[in-house]
């Protein structure tokens, strides 16, 4: 019991938070207008099948298809450099660029920090943590705000 509350408090106290960064928008929205777009919204995890990764007989995780297949891939990190957490979306960055926020309903808020070989157009991909998640919310059709950096 006082493991339990001692590691509460010290979680606290190291400025780690329990809030889902998606619930709430961020500060620098206020200012600005929203669009509405209508996007085809999917999902995907961190696991090999939904970012194409597999290992190789080391056990490092490798390519598993494309013009790098074989060559070494870091799991969890975006094309944007930060890693992938809630609140990740992957874009086509030529219409969405990097640091575009967007509310999406049933998930939250999130920012566009990647971009998917198979995300071009008016699509999204939301991170989820699980493969299961992910599986879940299927593939939907969405009313989107949208906020361009």
Avoid at 86 to 114: H, K, N, S
Avoid at 126 to 135: K, N, S
């Amino acid at each position: 019991m006082q493991v339990g509350l001692l590691l509460v408090l010290a979680t606290m106290l190291a400025g780690c938070s329990w809030r889902d960064p998606r619930r709430s928008p961020p500060r620098r929205l206020a200012a600005s207008a929203a669009q509405v777009q209508r996007l085809e919204v999917t999902a995907y995890c961190p696991c090999g099948s939904c970012c194409g990764w597999e290992r190789n007989w080391w056990g490092r995780p490798v390519y598993s298809y494309g013009p790098q297949k074989g060559q070494r891939k870091q799991i969890g990190l975006t094309a944007s450099g930060t890693r992938a957490r809630l609140g990740t979306i992957a874009a086509d960055t030529r219409i969405y660029p990097f640091g575009t926020v967007m509310y999406v309903p049933g998930y939250g808020y999130g920012v566009v920090e990647d971009r998917g070989g198979a995300i071009r157009g008016q699509k999204i991909d939301l991170f989820f943590r699980t493969h299961q998640q992910a599986l879940e919310w299927g593939r939907q059709h969405k009313d989107i705000r949208i906020w361009l950096p």
